[in-house]
């Protein structure tokens, strides 16, 4: 878990934090065998009662996400900031869904949108045998001809990392060309079994080029909150401690990055997402990382809004807020929800949040899939055990599954706790979900929906909307036909063909 | 009297088809994007040997921010790792390749490959083999993204499936079947209502139609008889000229190239004429399908007339296309011929090779003939806007027929924008067509709906 900012290149999280892709068993037994509650059991795996994380890999495996895709939507969304994606050109065919999320965020955030901008140096078959850095370097002179932007980022590839592109040759004479930020971000898609260290890359190179050190001044009133493209509701929330809010990496300026070191405190409401970049900020930059559960529900709020109290010397306010909003709150949540079975699927910091929300809202939950599983973050503090809190507060999840999205294990997934609705991110899933007649309730758009006292509201609202929307998924899913084999479908173990591999 | 608009001869983009630089707001996928051409076809289901995200980009980027067309993902992928790119991935394929069969099921599977294994250098094609002889209905295609777009990649996928799935079918020609190849699946946005289109007016003049891919059509079968069809109908600028090529050597089989894909009574007319003509069709039956299709038509263009001959003041005169070199032909075409509008600018994206550039200039310069339009060919976005900004749209607001990227420029110039192409992020599109006879008809709804909601 050491963190590094001397070399370009961030470790994995598969070795930085033991991150496994495959595992299915009880919330308890994932905790039990998790770096929090049992130490050095991440290398090896075997059976008995201390704990070894065994990962579950199977033969078949559909497509999955890369690290580059979350660079790509991170870094692009950076308003003054131009990515280059040093690479073929279909490693930027996601860039209109890109900006389209993009334009949205804009939106959400009340300015004016414009569009995300990213160059592909358009690699070809000669520049495989050649090398590409001189249509980097001409992709780079393009980003400031055309846009002048206060810094440019650039995503490798499977195909450069593979010739062995020297990227920072060029960054570094275009840096001092140009007098800009010209920074490169490792994120080769072969090099992580997780799209999550996507995360880690963006973050380590942000760190590396951008973040102020040693910074003039502090801001004792400014705490850094490390989202993804949501509406920002922290800014009004964290009024009422009379904080101000630095909302990176999406729709933020390079500004807005360089000063992170300036802050008082930073947090997140997905740990999956931060993990690198708290600890980071903590031990290198002295900006202390908030620890306590993530903002979700009654619990999980309360213990954030007091940690960051308590950073800030701002506990009386934040008592008084606190105790408006319960009261605020909670007369609208009636128990309506009561006897409605959910299912989670999303990534893991995400899916911890989101669970104890939906069990405060009286949703019955035994089951949910996360993407991926981080058996410990960055910043090993027993508060920031996301798993260990929703355990001990809400109380096990039967089946807890880790798998990296694969459409062909969801029948049999869903089949198993047969949920009225799921809860969903990333594209793939929920039409499937919808196929197979159950509600999705995809939370792609606005990813703070569920976040804090009003999350808990706005979340119950769109399940009721969602139920009532299953009428279309009923109907579909009588007039479809999926492409698996009747033996598959009928499997009622959805890691049968990774445990017969083991 | 015809009217040959003049033109600002501004700055046009630097052509160097040999050497494509980097590209702002892509608009298309890379080779690996023709997985979805194999998907396109019925029961028919890739195999994707690639990095973990190759596969999952191309195809949001082809069925959902285009048109949010859809298309059930289901794609096994070996998500190659460290492990296959230093010891090779021949047996992380042959592993996937061996569970797919438990899980799916369909008629062909086509493994298709990402920049990893074309670069490392995995055995591919022994691997795909080795499932051949014992019988799967498997082909394989290499498809590494460096090796071009997906234009070039669904011709790459069409010919592995002909020569390593269709063989050597029987050749005994059936007359009037014809194989058709035209509008590129997914990637054109309207390709299942356009296809479905075109194969109802070839059938119209009493032909049977292999479409090949999508809805419209039968499948694994259709490609079976591929051997069989009297001709090759490659219907497009360019796409397809290939694979026809490749099926006149190995089949001695004879095509028509027609490079305007019809939209609207003229065309459309035109052109059941001229494959009438190719096929040796009786001239009665093709005519009086053109009179029954026309008696339609302009049963529907009479009511229009009440609109757009009241309303000239507040419609745009002059337009743009931006897009594939398919519909950028089409469009301008229909909208020049039918309804009299004036081509401003037209800018093709899709990298249409070297060689067939001239042509497709030649076809512009003919647009009618009393008209000549010019055309661009750029890939890079900015240079696309860079030109639709320059563009001399007279004193009305201009027409933009182009896509989701244009959105920013097309507000700049008050424009009207239709989305017609890759990227349409704000289009939702099933079974629209924009043509032939129906689709010229939803093409006029389309854009001058747009136009009154201002």
Redesign the interface.
């Known amino acids: 878990m050491t963190i590094n900012l001397r070399t370009a290149v961030v470790e994995n999280r598969e070795q930085r934090l033991g991150t496994i892709i495959g595992w299915d068993g009880k919330a308890t037994e994932l905790a039990e065998h998790s770096g929090y509650s049992a130490s050095d059991c991440r290398s090896s795996c075997g059976s008995g009662k201390n704990g070894k994380l065994c990962e579950l890999q199977?033969?078949?495996?559909?497509?999955?996400?890369?690290?580059?895709?979350i660079v790509e939507y991170q870094a692009s969304h950076v308003r003054d900031a131009v990515l280059?994606y040093h690479?073929?050109?279909?490693?930027?065919?996601?860039?209109?869904?890109t900006?389209?999320s993009y334009r949205a965020c804009t939106v959400r955030r009340g300015q004016i949108p414009?569009?995300a901008?990213?160059?592909?140096?358009?690699?070809?078959?000669r520049?495989?045998v050649y090398g590409g850095v001189e249509?980097l370097r001409?992709?780079i002179h393009?980003a400031w001809e055309?846009h002048r932007p206060n810094a440019v980022f650039i995503a490798t590839?499977?195909?450069t990392?593979?010739?062995g592109d020297d990227v920072e040759s060029v960054t570094r004479d275009c840096e001092e060309e140009f007098g800009i930020p010209i920074v490169p971000v490792f994120c080769?898609?072969?090099?992580s079994?997780h799209?999550s260290s996507g995360f880690d890359a963006i973050q380590h190179a942000i760190l590396r080029q951008i973040v102020r050190r040693n910074p003039p001044r502090k801001q004792e009133d400014l705490i850094n909150v490390f989202v993804l493209s949501g509406t920002d509701i922290y800014t009004p929330m964290l009024a009422n401690l009379g904080l101000r809010v630095n909302l990176v990496v999406n729709v933020a300026t390079v500004e807005n990055l360089a000063q992170l070191s300036e802050a008082a405190a930073s947090t997140s409401f997905c740990y999956s997402l931060a993990s690198y970049f708290g600890a980071a900020l903590e031990q290198e930059f002295g900006v202390p990382e908030i620890k306590s559960p993530p903002p979700y529900g009654f619990a999980g709020t309360d213990a954030w809004l007091r940690a960051i109290a308590k950073v800030t010397n701002r506990e009386e306010q934040a008592e008084r807020f606190i105790a408006s909003e319960h009261a605020r709150v909670l007369p609208k949540l009636r128990q309506r929800l009561t006897g409605v079975k959910g299912y989670v699927a999303m990534g893991e910091g995400f899916a911890h949040g989101v669970i104890a929300a939906l069990r405060e809202l009286g949703v019955t939950l035994d089951g949910s899939l996360m993407y991926h599983h981080d058996p410990v973050y960055d910043n090993p503090d027993k508060q920031r055990d996301t798993l260990g809190h929703l355990i001990d507060t809400y109380g096990d999840i039967e089946h807890l599954s880790v798998a990296?999205g694969q459409?062909?294990q969801l029948f049999n997934l869903l089949k198993r706790v047969n949920p009225d609705f799921i809860v969903i991110r990333h594209?793939?899933l929920s039409?499937?979900a919808s196929?197979l007649g159950v509600a999705a309730l995809p939370l792609e758009g606005d990813s703070n929906l569920p976040v804090g006292y009003q999350g808990l509201i706005d979340l119950g609202e769109e399940i009721l909307s969602v139920l009532a929307q299953r009428k279309f998924h009923e109907d579909l899913a009588a007039h479809t036909t999926l492409?698996?084999?009747?033996?598959?479908l009928e499997q009622r173990d959805p890691f049968a063909?990774a445990r017969e591999a083991i | 009297m015809g009217v040959t608009p003049l033109q600002a001869r501004s700055k046009q983009p630097q052509e160097q088809p040999d050497h494509s630089g980097p590209i702002e707001q892509a608009r298309y996928a890379c080779a690996l994007g023709a997985m979805q051409s194999a998907a396109a076809i019925r029961r028919v289901i890739p195999i994707t040997h690639c990095g973990p995200g190759c596969a999952t980009k191309q195809y949001r980027s082809l069925t959902f921010t285009n048109g949010h067309q859809g298309g059930a993902y289901a794609a096994p992928s070996t998500n190659a790792s460290q492990r296959e790119v230093i010891f090779g991935g021949a047996d992380r394929l042959a592993e996937l390749i061996e569970s797919t069969l438990g899980v799916l099921d369909a008629d062909l599977f086509v493994v298709v490959t990402g920049c990893i294994p074309d670069l490392v250098g995995d055995d591919v094609g022994s691997v795909v083999r080795d499932f051949q002889k014992r019988d799967v209905p498997i082909v394989y295609a290499e498809t590494g993204g460096f090796r071009g777009n997906n234009f070039n990649g669904h011709e790459v996928v069409t010919q592995a499936i002909i020569d390593q799935f269709v063989g050597e079918a029987s050749r005994v020609r059936e007359p009037r079947l014809v194989n058709l190849w035209s509008l590129l699946p997914y990637q054109n946005t309207f390709w299942r209502g356009d296809l479905t289109e075109i194969k109802r007016l070839l059938e119209g003049i009493g032909l049977r139609v292999n479409t090949l891919f999508g809805p419209s059509s039968s499948g694994i079968a259709e490609w079976e008889s591929i051997p069989q069809a009297q001709f090759n109908l490659v219907l497009s600028p360019w796409l397809g000229l290939a694979t026809a090529r490749h099926l006149e050597q190995r089949y001695g089989q004879p095509f028509l190239h027609v490079p305007a894909i019809p939209i609207g009574s003229k065309q459309t007319g035109e052109f059941l004429r001229q494959v009438g003509a190719f096929a040796e069709l009786p001239a009665a039956g093709v005519e009086a399908f053109i009179a029954a299709e026309e008696e339609t038509y302009y049963d529907y263009i009479q009511g229009f007339a009440d609109f757009y001959a009241q309303s000239r003041q507040a419609l745009p005169s002059r337009f743009a296309v931006v897009g594939d070199a398919a519909y950028v032909l089409a469009i301008t075409k229909f909208l020049v011929r039918q309804l009299g509008l004036i081509p401003a600018r037209q800018i093709i994206t899709d990298d249409p090779p070297a060689e067939y550039r001239e042509a497709i200039r030649a076809e512009f310069r003919a647009i009618d003939h009393d008209v000549s339009a010019d055309v661009s060919f750029t890939e890079d976005g900015y240079l696309v806007q860079e030109l639709l900004r320059e563009t001399d749209f007279g004193n009305k607001r201009p027409l933009l027929l182009a896509t989701g990227w244009e959105r920013g420029t097309a507000n700049q110039l008050k424009g009207f924008l239709v989305e017609i192409g890759s990227p349409a992020t704000s289009e939702v599109v099933l079974s629209r067509a924009n043509v032939g006879y129906r689709g010229a008809l939803t093409l006029i709804e389309r854009i001058y709906s747009t136009v009154l909601l201002g």
């Open positions: 199977g033969p078949f495996t559909q497509g999955a996400g890369c690290a580059e895709q280059i690479s073929p050109v279909g490693c930027s065919a996601g860039q209109a869904g900006n389209v414009t569009d901008i990213g160059i592909s140096t358009n690699l070809g078959e520049d495989m249509k001409e992709a393009m055309r590839s499977c195909a990392g593979i010739i080769e898609g072969f090099k079994k799209w990296n459409p062909y594209g793939g039409p499937l196929r492409p698996y084999k009747k033996s598959w063909l």
